[in-house]
């Protein structure tokens, strides 16, 4: 009889899959500028009512929807769509800013 210890199933260490740069970086543009387009056009639309109301609209929209979006950071495939919509909302307020001056 052997004293050897029973052999133990050897597993390979999970690998990690590559970032998707190419296909993430597009999701992104995407996304940006859908929401550059919605943003700017609701806020032109609101600006002609009352420059004030776009303001505020677009305030409590980006404030409302902001939780959600910072939580989809930790999703893998999601956190492309969280950066466009980021990058999004930049690209659109500025240009309201410099659509109103």
Known sequence: ??????????????????????????VTAFAAILTTCALYGFGIALANVHPALAVVI????????????????????VRWVALGIGVGVVVGWLGLLISAV
């Open 58 to 77: 677009n305030l409590v929209a980006v404030g409302g929807t902001a939780p959600t979006v910072w939580g989809w950071r930790a999703i893998p495939v």
């Open 1 to 26: 009889m052997s004293t050897s210890e029973p052999s133990t199933p050897q597993f390979a260490a999970p690998t990690a899959e590559p970032t998707p740069w190419q296909a993430g970086l597009l």
